[in-house]
């Protein structure tokens, strides 16, 4: 006997038993910043260097990083807990959102990567596959920064956010 596939809430749950790291995740459309909070990102290959992230279709960053086609990433250490809990919260306003955050411009696309980040890459999507109610964004790893941090990693773990000491 086959077994039904497992509920949304126990799905969340059990995957909430993965800790992940947490980023930010960046474009730029227009003169526009969109920013996000992830914890879905994953290093592809090292020979093209490649990333995926895991956006959601409905969200607006998911239109923004479709239609700039480059994006950024900001590994956060645990002292970012407020911009990623900031960049996190739904509803927030279109324009602005990064006003609350030190930012500079990514030499290579021009998007907007954390100052206080541990690590920073900018991308240029290379391709997008649909799965379920994500779209799954491949891109090429143009430029990578690392920032003299002894500060731990932020982390994401049950649901709530954490590091390691």
Same mark, same amino acid.
């Given at each position: 006997?086959?077994?039904?596939?497992?509920?949304?809430?126990?799905? &969340? @749950? !059990?995957?909430?038993?993965? +800790?992940?790291?947490?980023?930010?995740?960046?474009?730029?459309? *227009?003169?526009? =910043?969109?920013?996000?909070?992830?914890?879905?990102?994953?290093?592809?290959?090292?020979?093209?260097?490649?990333?995926?992230?895991?956006?959601?279709?409905?969200?607006?960053?998911?239109?923004?990083?479709?239609?700039?086609?480059?994006?950024?990433?900001?590994?956060?250490? &645990? @002292? !970012?807990?407020?911009?990623? +809990?900031?960049?996190?919260?739904?509803?927030?306003?279109?324009? *602005?959102?990064? =006003?609350?955050?030190?930012?500079?411009?990514?030499?290579?696309?021009?998007?907007?990567?954390?100052?206080?980040?541990?690590?920073?890459?900018?991308?240029?999507?290379?391709?997008?596959?649909?799965?379920?109610?994500?779209?799954?964004?491949?891109?090429?790893?143009?430029?990578?920064?690392?920032?003299?941090?002894?500060?731990?990693?932020?982390?994401?773990?049950?649901?709530?956010?954490?590091?390691?000491?």
């Amino acid at each position: 006997m086959t077994e039904p596939p497992p509920t949304a809430d126990m799905f &969340r @749950q !059990a995957m909430g038993r993965f +800790a992940t790291g947490v980023v930010v995740l960046t474009t730029v459309v *227009g003169r526009h =910043d969109q920013a996000m909070t992830a914890n879905s990102l994953t290093s592809v290959s090292l020979d093209p260097p490649l990333v995926l992230a895991c956006v959601e279709n409905d969200s607006r960053f998911a239109d923004a990083v479709l239609e700039s086609g480059v994006w950024g990433v900001s590994v956060l250490a &645990r @002292q !970012a807990r407020p911009a990623a +809990a900031w960049l996190a919260t739904r509803g927030r306003p279109l324009h *602005g959102q990064l =006003d609350r955050v030190a930012f500079h411009r990514g030499p290579v696309t021009g998007v907007a990567l954390l100052d206080d980040a541990l690590a920073t890459l900018e991308c240029r999507t290379r391709q997008v596959v649909p799965a379920g109610d994500h779209q799954v964004v491949i891109a090429d790893v143009l430029d990578a920064g690392l920032r003299d941090h002894t500060e731990p990693a932020l982390l994401y773990y049950r649901g709530t956010y954490r590091s390691v000491e």
